[in-house]
């Protein structure tokens, strides 16, 4: 299995910007990884993904705000999140694209002014 490590939350204020990082145990290379989001109380949802090809998707929500890449050399996933609101409130967490359930510690990101 793929272990990963997702690092870069804390607080920001509503319009701020973060970028997380997903650092794989091993290579990401193979793999489509996604990112998903947590907000309290509330399911999982998905927030983007990127296949090994680097081509990436977004969901519509934050489509235009959150960019996702990332560096098989380093073995890392990023995302690149602008103009953070306070419903982006959550626990970001990464994953490979077919995987569901196993998850990991992920990173909290709070949007509060």
């Known amino acids: 299995q793929v272990q990963v490590v997702e690092s870069g939350g804390g607080l920001v204020q509503p319009g701020g910007s973060l970028r997380l990082s997903c650092e794989g145990s091993?290579?990401?290379?193979?793999?489509?990884m996604a990112w998903y989001r947590q907000a309290p109380g509330k399911a999982r949802e998905f927030i983007a993904r990127i296949t090994p090809d680097g081509s990436g998707t977004s969901a519509d929500s934050v489509k235009g705000r959150f960019t996702i890449s990332r560096d098989n050399a380093k073995n890392t996933i990023y995302l690149q999140m602008n103009d953070l609101k306070p419903e982006g409130t959550g626990i970001y967490y990464c994953?490979?694209?077919?995987?569901?359930?196993?998850w990991g510690q992920g990173t909290q990101i709070t949007a509060s002014s």
């Open positions: 091993t290579t990401l290379s193979p793999y489509t």
């Open positions: 994953n490979p694209w077919s995987i569901v359930g196993d």
